[in-house]
């Protein structure tokens, strides 16, 4: 079960290094646009609040990510607090997002249930 948790972890963070391109690197591109529903004159004035935003993405996929190589290298406390504190964040965000608008609730779904099966795994078998 842990490594099923990781994999799913390791997913999380790859859609939120994805999420980090389209709000920090790509936010006024037309492909950027249309998945967040704005229009060149909404992501332009918008456009440093979503490069910000991006990086939140990005660091939170980052501990993700060290915490994984961190459990494989044998550190399982540590790796499991950095798992469990990004993919936890991760999921909280979602939950943020599906609360305040529920006309994101597709990209809700997309962002916080990776993450939380992960943990659901990862304490599962960390508990074995």
Known sequence: MIV?????AALAALIHVYIFVLES???T????????????QEAEATRAMA????????????AVIVGIIALA?????VGATLVFTGAGSMVL?????????????S????????PLLGILALAVGLAL
């Open 107 to 114: 990209a809700a779904l997309k962002q916080l249930v990776p």
């Open 51 to 62: 490069y910000n935003q991006g990086f939140y993405n990005l660091f939170l996929a980052v």
């Open 25 to 27: 690197l790509r936010w």
């Open 29 to 40: 591109s037309p492909r950027s646009r249309a998945l967040f529903g704005t229009t060149p």
């Open 4 to 8: 099923v948790g990781l994999v799913l």
């Open 93 to 105: 965000a979602g939950l943020v997002l599906l609360t305040s608008d529920r006309s994101k609730t």
């Open 73 to 77: 290298a044998g550190s399982t406390a």
